[in-house]
């Protein structure tokens, strides 16, 4: 199969349009609602640091191998991979890595539909002043009020569905350009001032520094480190093609490097501020850091229910942060639908609606798994932990180690080289060097650890 040289789907409009839309990907519930929580679970600092660190040193080289991929094939991943492991000279069956991405999409997307429904559902609550002057266990019982009800849950659930796959139906780069444009920028103002908020805590806000900051490596369990790296992952939205596809429609001329950088300190940017405008909350009102997916849904309003035009900077970040999400489902679904419309003849918007009919029903197990199905659990898990781990934990980071040694081994240096356009310097080869050993390196130590042959 000869790769076409420009995708069906058309382009971006320029370098910004990429960046735009792959930040908007990259950022989402991940930053502001997963990050803060994981890090109250793992114990802080030395969390902070193992996350950081595998940003570095697996994140940044994953994505740009991911764009090379994306941009070299031309396609869906699966038929990027495939067409590119036939020039190479490789087994077709590399396209398997890309159908292992587009089932990630799916699954992700089911239960990422659920917390964006949930943020959709407060955006209401806080303009009509509900969190006014709340109390924690009056912003814990508002919350707890709309997870136990089941209707609620899922009538949320479907309104997030139903916009997603508004923008899906209309082509990301009609859809998406112009909305991400505004919105980035107002998201990361509103979050500025919510750490300007937390600071005059005063202590509590000293107590968050040290909390992010100052690493206790005691704290840190096997399952710790296998969390921090799935979160790498799954905040720079890598490991199941959803970069990659936005990357076969970014034209020629521009610098994967630069972008891939741009993308994930701007990702990485955002979690930190998150977790500045949270945990100080946490510890001045005395509140659990550990409190688990519930974390920002119970802090957060507590904040805005006590400052000078709370309800309105509430509604808007809570509005912000369902774009932030919208951004990113419509990411999660790209390559199943890129998918279906280049391999399978389905038209856009029949692919849309039965991919997202698909994934709308996968989302009643999340639904149920915070209210009546909450004993139905297995290793020890609801749907929604077993979703989640089973994702984030386990299926990105074997995509991004398969993406890795893809791009490292497979792929010959010339072509890696040439669609990098690094020159043949310093960068290429840290890169080369990065992609070949350290990532796939890092990535199998951690799942060795967690198995238990390590023991760190
Ligand atoms: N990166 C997104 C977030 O942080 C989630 C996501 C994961 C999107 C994987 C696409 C692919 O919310």
Request: glycine residues 12%.
């Amino acid at each position: 199969m000869a790769r076409p040289t420009k995708s069906i789907h058309g382009e971006w409009t320029s370098r910004w349009a990429f960046i735009l839309a792959a930040t908007g990907s990259a950022v989402g519930l991940g930053n502001i609602w997963k990050f803060p929580y994981i890090t109250g679970e793992n114990g802080g600092g030395a969390f902070v640091l193992v996350y950081l660190a595998c940003i570095a040193v697996i994140g940044i080289p994953v994505m740009m191998a991911e764009v090379l991929i994306g941009r070299r094939g031309r396609q869906n991943p699966i038929n990027s991979l495939k067409s590119l492991a036939e020039e190479e000279g490789r087994p077709k069956a590399w396209r398997w890595l890309g159908a292992m991405g587009v089932l990630a999409g799916f699954l992700i997307l089911s239960y990422y539909s659920v917390i964006a429904g949930q943020a959709l559902a407060y955006i209401p609550r806080l303009f009509f002043g509900v969190f006014e002057g709340v109390t924690p266990d009056g912003a814990a019982s508002i919350h707890s009020a709309l997870v136990n009800d089941p209707e609620r849950l899922l009538a949320w659930h479907t309104i997030f569905m139903l916009i997603t796959m508004f923008v899906v139906t209309r082509g990301v780069q009609h859809g998406l350009e112009k909305s991400v444009r505004f919105m980035m920028p107002t998201l990361f103002i509103i979050l500025v001032m919510l750490v300007g908020y937390a600071a005059n805590t005063g202590e509590a806000f000293d107590r968050a520094l040290h909390f992010l900051f100052d690493p206790d490596f005691s704290k840190l369990s096997a399952n710790a480190i296998l969390t921090a790296m799935g979160h790498a992952f799954f905040t720079l939205s890598l490991g199941m093609g959803a970069i990659m596809v936005y990357g076969s429609y970014l034209p020629k001329k521009t610098s994967i490097f630069k972008v891939s950088v741009t993308i994930s300190l701007m990702d990485t940017g955002v979690a930190l501020l998150a977790g500045l405008a949270i945990f100080p909350l946490v510890f001045a009102n005395g509140m659990e850091a550990g409190a688990g997916p519930s974390l920002i849904f119970e802090t957060l309003p507590i904040a805005f229910g006590h400052m000078a035009g709370g309800a309105f900077f509430g509604g808007i970040f809570f509005l912000l942060l369902v774009f932030a999400a919208w951004s990113s489902g419509i990411s999660l679904v790209e390559p199943i639908v890129a998918w279906m419309t280049e391999n399978h003849g389905l038209s856009r918007r029949n692919a849309t609606m039965l991919s997202g009919g698909i994934i709308w029903l996968l989302g009643l197990l999340t639904v149920f798994s915070f209210n009546i199905g909450q004993e139905w659990t297995l290793f020890g898990m609801t749907a929604f932990g077993l979703l989640d781990y089973l994702t984030a934990n386990i299926m990105l980071p074997l995509g991004g180690l398969l993406i890795a040694l893809f791009a490292g081994w497979m792929m010959n240096k010339t072509s890696s080289a040439e669609e990098l356009a690094l020159g043949n310097g310093v960068l290429y080869h840290i890169w080369l060097i990065l992609i070949r050993f350290i990532s796939p390196l890092a990535i199998l130590l951690v799942f060795a650890n967690l198995i238990g042959l390590l023991n760190i």
